[in-house]
Each structure stands twice: as structure tokens, then as C-alpha cells.
């Protein structure tokens, strides 16, 4: 149980595993501890945020939304005004075009009746003439007596 | 083999090591040979997990290693306050390479011999920490560390004024640098000390154990062995606790 030369040799083992261990194994270790623990941080930085740019959306989906539906309101609100005024309008238009109408079948009828009445007139004179001359027969000239025919059919209408 | 020139014969065989050379120029070829392989060991697996080391979701190799460098580095950081690219790998190494050391203790006391000697060895002690100069090997280059230190951070001056001036101030130089040479030349020799007369004991226990007839040699080998994973562990961190607290006093400057 001495002290000897093993001392030498087992402290340059030591010093060379130290070495060793300095070099190549300490730094990349703790090198990817840090940048695990970099990597987490940052995670958990991202999902914070996150959460944060959800809550924000959410609040400005809200927004929207209640503004779609004022709009939407408005917009209905509108047509239903439009749509009174259209069917409004189409009533004045439609009582005007019956008026319209009405009036244009009361002159053509007014027409028809003149026309009917004037046909009736020249007919009755034919007949009257017709029969004058068969009354008349040979006496009657056609020519001479034709205004006094109009005349006759003047008074019956 | 107890009966190979009875009890003390047996334990004196197992604690003599393979040794050749004369005087100082001995060398113990056992321990050096072990302590050798182990801090082979120790190099060959941190360094295939710190070759592939990832960032991203660890390996069960990985996981392993991050957990020891994790907790050397929390005990470096709660005792050295300073800034050193040195102190935290000696701390690693330390740990490990003690901790296999003594883990040899595990293995059966005559495994290993027997195989020795079936290749005609006629000693071997196979835990390097059971030698005297394993130990001391480690502690007076810790003691080198903390003198280098000492001067590296107070400047030469300072480490003299350190040495002489306190704690009782300069009128009793003499006297201070006395209580200061025992203080340093305590630190290595207690490291040295506690490791080796742990580790001494333990084995030689387990010597003691393997006298005993075949029949009681479980009953108490088996408690003894779990007891003495607390020690194996315990010694280890020790010795790499007291490594830092040691060099971080070097770096304070009074």
C-alpha cells in the first residue's frame, strides 16, 4: 500500500479523460439542452400568442357578424319599402290603364253606335225608297227627288 | 480459494495488486489497466450520444446522459458562481469515472481474479478505487487545480496575502500560514482518504463475506451489496461536489 509511479499514470488518464470530456462531449450536450430549452420557450411563447390572435378573431368575427346583420336589416328593411312602392305604383298604373281602356271601348262603342246608326238610316231611306217607288213606280225620278230623300232620312235619325 | 494459505492469505491475496517495477517505479498494472477501460467506457458512451445528440425528442441513450449532465450542471450552478469551461466536464468526468471505479465493486471478489489467474496472473485487485494512487491521482490534480486557480484569479500577490494575512490578520503571519497549508493540504488528502477507506472497506467486507460457508454467504452478501450501491453513488457525488466547492472557493476572492 505505497505511493508510486501508478499515481503518475493514473493522473495523466484523468487528465486526458477531462480533456476529452471537455472537448467533445461537455459542449454538444449542454448545447442541445439549451437549444431544447430555446425550443420550448419559444413554443410556448407561439401558443400564447396564439391564443391571444384567437381571442382577438373571435372578437372581430363578432363584430362582423352583428354588422352583417344590421345590414342585412337595413337591406330588408329597403326592399320591403321599394316592393310598398312598387306595388303602389302598379296600382296607379294598372287603375290608369283600366280608365285607359275603359274610355277607348266607350268611344269605339259610341263610334259603332254612329256607324250602326248611320247604316239603319241609309237602309230605312233604301227601304223608303224602295217602297216609294213601288208606290210611286213610273212617276219618281231617282235623280230629282234625292235630296229630298236625305232629307227624310235626315229627320229619322 | 479460502483454503490457498487460509483466511488472511485469501485477503491479502485480493488486495495486493498486479504490480511491476521496483520502489516509486512500481506500477500498479491492474488499477491503471481498470481505470483505464472504464474511462474508455465512460469517453465511448457520452461521446456516440454526443455525436448524435438531438435537440428534438431524446433517445433512450440520450435521455440517460442528459440526465447525468443535468444534474452535474445543477450542482456546478448552485456552487460556482463564476465562469469556467473547465470545472462543469471535470465534474462529469469525476462523477462517472468514480462512480464505475467503485461499481467494480459489484462484480463476485473472485470473478474476476480467477479469470486473471486461468491467464497467469497471480494478483489482481480489481477496483481501482481500493488503490491508493487511483485516488490520490485524482485529488492531487484536483489540488493542482485549486493552486492554479488560486493564482489564476487573485493574481500572485494575492494568493501570498491569502495565504499569510488571514484569518488572524498580519501580525500573526506565521501562524496564519500555518493553519492555511494544513487547510489546503487537508482538501486533497481527505478526498483522497474518504474515497479509498470507503471503497477499502466495502471490499474488503465483501472479502469477509465470501469466507464465510456457501450457505450464509447470500444471506449477508446480498445486503450488503445493496448497501453499498448507496455507497458506490454516494462516495462518487462526494468527491465531484467537494471537486466544486473547492475550486469555486479558489475562484472567490477574500
Given at each position: ?157 | ?168 490578520g498580519p501580525w500573526l503571519m506565521p501562524f496564519n500560514l500555518m493553519l492555511k497549508v ?7 488528502i481527505s478526498l483522497a482518504l474518504r474515497l479509498f477507506g470507503n471503497l477499502y472497506a ?53
Amino acid at each position: 500500500m505505497s505511493i508510486n509511479a501508478t499515481l503518475i499514470g493514473q493522473m495523466i488518464t484523468f487528465t486526458l479523460l477531462v480533456w476529452l470530456t471537455m472537448k467533445y462531449i461537455w459542449p454538444p450536450i449542454i448545447a442541445a439542452l439549451e437549444e431544447r430549452k430555446a425550443k420550448i420557450a419559444d413554443g410556448l411563447a407561439a401558443a400564447e400568442k396564439g391564443q391571444e390572435e384567437i381571442k382577438l378573431a373571435e372578437k372581430k368575427a363578432k363584430s362582423v357578424l352583428k354588422e352583417a346583420k344590421e345590414q342585412s336589416a337595413e337591406i330588408i328593411n329597403l326592399a320591403q319599402k321599394r316592393a310598398n312602392e312598387v306595388v303602389e305604383e302598379s296600382k296607379l298604373q294598372a287603375r290608369k290603364e283600366g280608365e285607359r281602356l275603359l274610355d277607348a271601348a266607350k268611344a269605339q262603342i259610341e263610334q259603332e253606335m254612329l256607324q250602326a246608326r248611320e247604316n239603319l238610316r241609309k237602309e230605312v231611306s233604301a227601304l223608303a225608297l224602295r217602297a216609294a217607288e213601288q208606290i210611286l213606280k213610273e212617276e219618281i225620278d231617282k235623280a230629282k227627288h234625292q235630296s229630298l230623300l236625305d232629307k227624310t232620312a235626315e229627320q229619322l235619325g | 480459494m479460502a483454503s490457498e494459505g487460509g483466511a488472511t492469505g485469501y485477503i491479502v491475496h485480493h488486495l495486493t495488486p498486479l504490480s511491476v517495477g521496483e520502489g516509486f517505479w512500481t506500477l500498479h498494472l491492474d488499477t491503471l489497466f481498470f481505470s483505464a477501460v472504464l474511462g474508455g467506457l465512460f469517453i465511448w458512451f457520452f461521446k456516440s450520444v454526443a455525436d448524435r445528440v438531438t435537440s428534438g425528442v431524446p433517445g433512450l441513450a440520450q435521455n440517460f446522459v442528459e440526465m447525468i449532465v443535468e444534474f452535474v450542471d445543477t450542482q456546478v450552478k448552485d456552487t460556482f458562481h463564476g465562469r469556467s469551461e473547465l470545472i462543469a466536464p471535470l465534474a462529469l468526468t469525476i462523477f462517472c469515472w468514480v462512480f464505475l471505479w467503485n461499481s467494480m465493486d459489484m462484480l463476485p471478489v473472485d470473478l474476476l481474479p480467477m479469470i486473471g489467474s486461468l491467464m497467469g496472473m497471480e494478483f489482481m485487485r480489481v477496483v481501482p478505487s481500493t488503490d491508493l494512487n487511483g485516488t490520490f491521482a485524482l485529488s492531487l490534480s484536483v489540488f493542482f487545480l485549486i493552486f492554479f486557480y488560486s493564482i489564476k484569479v487573485k493574481g500572485i500577490f494575492g494568493f501570498i496575502k491569502e495565504m499569510t494575512c488571514t484569518p488572524f490578520g498580519p501580525w500573526l503571519m506565521p501562524f496564519n500560514l500555518m493553519l492555511k497549508v494544513v487547510e489546503e493540504l487537508a482538501k486533497p488528502i481527505s478526498l483522497a482518504l474518504r474515497l479509498f477507506g470507503n471503497l477499502y472497506a466495502g471490499e474488503l467486507v465483501f472479502i469477509l463475506i465470501a469466507l464465510l460457508p456457501p450457505a450464509l454467504q447470500p444471506l449477508l452478501g446480498f445486503p450488503w451489496a445493496i448497501f453499498h450501491i448507496l455507497v458506490i453513488t454516494l462516495q462518487a457525488f462526494i468527491f465531484m461536489v467537494l471537486t466544486i466547492v473547492y475550486l469555486s472557493l479558489a475562484h472567490e476572492d477574500h
